[in-house]
């Protein structure tokens, strides 16, 4: 039977890129979303994949929300922690609410996913969890003190995780992914933007698609020996 595969923040940008490529490879696929309705609807009716409305910042409601996608859909093998936000602004500038929001779901949406499906993926002795880190998160970033911590976190936790999985047959690993062309990335200021495009050796921003082929290796059958590895997908900006 097809595992079943988890993708938050599944519906825009690379994680719909990354549901789309484990579809391709014979996941069955869900995606979580926490805010517009409507852009949900538009994914499932063009992917087939459904998706489930939930906050990962919440702990209760990820945990509820996991038991409800393994009633109707199947148990959880595989999770790609992927929900992202941001709340850019220099230190002076940011409120204790903007650093609170981005660590509660870039970070706390890792933990709560993945309490609510290792043991499963224990049980059954076989899962695969990959969190989405950042270029950010490895190297720092002006204006992302927030952001930066979450996505250092990610990596720091994927490294702890991998170690209490390996015995079980349970891979966790991270990607890096430098600057890719999503809404996310549209939001920086032009002027900022064309600074940082400079600095990347191969000369564009990646693609979505380009992140979701190193999720669909990580979590495929040849991916069995990687684990508490980053992937770094970044046109060679930070080589690390
Ligand atoms: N290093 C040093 N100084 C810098 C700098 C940098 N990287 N960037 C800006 N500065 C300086 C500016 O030159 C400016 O100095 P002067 O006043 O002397 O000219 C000063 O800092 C203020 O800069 P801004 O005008 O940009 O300040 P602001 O308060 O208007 O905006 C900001 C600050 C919101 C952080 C803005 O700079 C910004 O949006 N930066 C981009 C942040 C970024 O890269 N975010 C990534 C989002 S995508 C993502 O996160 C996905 C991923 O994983 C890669």
Sequence with gaps: ??????VTGGTRGIGRAICEALKEDGFTVVASYAGNDEK???????TGIPAYK????????????????????????????????????????MSYEDWEDVMRTNLGGCFNMAKATFAGMKDRKWGRIINIGSINGQAGQY?????????????????????????????????APGYIDTDMVAAVPE??????????????????????????????????????????INGGQHMY
Excluded: W
């Design 40 to 46: 949900a609807r538009a994914f499932t009716d063009e």
């Design 1 to 6: 039977m097809a595992h079943v595969a988890v």
């Design 143 to 175: 204006g992302q003190v927030n952001y930066a911590a979450a996505k250092s976190g990610i990596h720091g936790f994927t490294k702890a995780l991998a170690q209490e999985g390996a015995r079980y047959g349970i891979t966790v690993n991270a990607i």
């Design 191 to 232: 002027n900022v933007l064309e600074k940082i495009v400079a600095k990347i050796p191969v000369g564009r921003l990646g693609k979505a698609s380009e992140i979701a082929r190193g999720v669909a290796f990580l979590a495929s059958e040849d991916g069995a020996f990687v684990t508490g590895s980053t992937m770094s």
């Design 54 to 93: 939930f906050d990962v910042g919440d702990h209760d409601a990820t945990l509820a929300a996991c038991e409800k996608i393994a009633a109707e859909v199947g148990p959880i093998d595989v999770v790609v922690n992927n929900a992202g936000i941001t709340r850019d602004g220099t230190l002076l500038k």
